[in-house]
């Protein structure tokens, strides 16, 4: 199957890329930065873009069978909604060029009050959320589905 993986340098895209090419798949990583991915060979194809650009995300879309999307939060508040902004630009992509599977993957520390500082040195966030979709357009032969699993405490 050829993917497209975006989020490849974080530590869950890693994981799915890794994943990916050793099931065999042909696999392109859009990435902002590049030299975070060390090593890949010639087995991923690595296209440098932003996501927030459009036109980068519909031209890494071209002649994919399915997307993967482990982009993650930014510390930055400025940056809170870049992460769905992301998603409705690939999902328009998507539609633009006919790909019909989409699996997103998503997780961050959680601050709950009174539980101390998920950002402090050593020590684990104190809660942790996570989103795991597929999606599928209409008339593809699939549904929609997502599961979502929360774990808090230590």
Known sequence: MKLL???ATGDIGEAVLKAA?????DVTAFVRSPDKLGDVGDRVHVIQGDLTDA?????????????I???GSSPDKAQLDAPATAVRLILAAMGSAGVRRFVG?????VNVPGSGSPSAAGSPPPSFGCWLGTWSRPNSGSSRSSAAVTSTGR
């Open 69 to 71: 999307s482990a982009i």
């Open 55 to 67: 036109a980068a995300i519909a031209s890494a879309m071209t002649g994919r069978d399915a997307v």
């Open 21 to 25: 090419v050793s099931a065999g798949h």
């Open 105 to 109: 993957l998503a997780g961050g520390a």
């Open 5 to 7: 993986i975006l989020g």
